[in-house]
T-cell receptor, first 118, second 111 residues
Framework: GAGVSQSPSNKVTEKGKDVELRCDPI?????LYWYRQSLGQGLEFLIY????????KSGLPSDRFSAERTGGSVSTLTIQRTQQEDSAVYLC????????????????FGPGTRLTVL | GQQLNQSPQSMFIQEGEDVSMNCTSS?????WLWYKQDPGEGPVLLIA?????ELTSNGRLTAQFGITRKDSFLNISASIPSDVGIYFC???????????FGKGITLSVRP
């Protein structure tokens, strides 16, 4: 379909390993956001991309977390040396981001990647 | 980090009943949004509000952006079984800024 896609849908890893999560935004959307959702919690902002640059990285919980975006499209979120507290659903969203507010900046979410760190 | 306040955590209603959910914040937001999340899915936008005092409807859903810009409510009328899910409010300060979410309310509808 034409929505935001994320892969893998599920990832189980051992503590200490690195993981990469991928997000494919809606075609033409220039803004891309990563959020984390822990069990029974709301969504927690991680990082925002406008094009390939990240004006707001304020939500990244530690230096083990990093993200990049290439070609103004696909983004990967990398977690190094995973810990059990990293277990959560990682959600990606994209928006047209024309800069003027309103409907064009509505964020559309992907289905998420469920990460389990054993 | 800061979160919006949504309570109670769970609501149980009878099919056909109306339900109202509130969301409050200690600080101002310039956009308020309501999302619904089904199990295993990402949140889906239900209603977006862009002006203080704005009242917007989307089918059986009605939402309002509080005059103080610190609160919003969502009403669902004549509930049906497929209304079951988690309802999140979210606030946004600037045009392309991050969303700040509430913890969500899990709605159950008894047939």
């Amino acid at each position: 379909g034409a929505g935001v896609s994320q892969s893998p849908s599920n990832k189980v890893t051992e503590k200490g390993k690195d993981v990469e999560l991928r997000c494919d935004p809606i075609s033409g959307h220039t803004a891309l956001y990563w959020y984390r959702q822990s069990l029974g919690q709301g969504l927690e902002f991680l990082i925002y991309f406008q094009g390939n640059s990240a004006p707001d990285k304020s939500g990244l919980p530690s230096d083990r977390f990093s993200a990049e975006r290439t070609g103004g499209s696909v983004s990967t979120l990398t977690i190094q040396r995973t810990q059990q507290e990293d277990s959560a659903v990682y959600l990606c969203a994209s928006s047209l981001a024309l800069g003027s507010g309103g409907r064009h900046n509505e964020q559309f979410f992907g289905p998420g990647t469920r990460l389990t760190v054993l | 980090g800061q979160q919006l306040n949504q309570s109670p955590q769970s609501m149980f209603i009878q099919e056909g009943e109306d339900v109202s959910m509130n969301c409050t914040s200690s600080s101002i937001f310039n956009t308020w949004l309501w999302y619904k999340q089904d199990p295993g899915e990402g949140p889906v936008l239900l209603i977006a509000l862009y002006k203080a005092g704005e009242l917007t409807s989307n089918g059986r859903l009605t939402a309002q952006f509080g005059i103080t810009r610190k609160d919003s409510f969502l009403n669902i009328s004549a509930s049906i079984p497929s209304d079951v899910g988690i309802y999140f409010c979210a606030g946004q300060r600037g045009a392309n800024s991050k969303l700040t979410f509430g913890k969500g309310i899990t709605l159950s509808v008894r047939p």
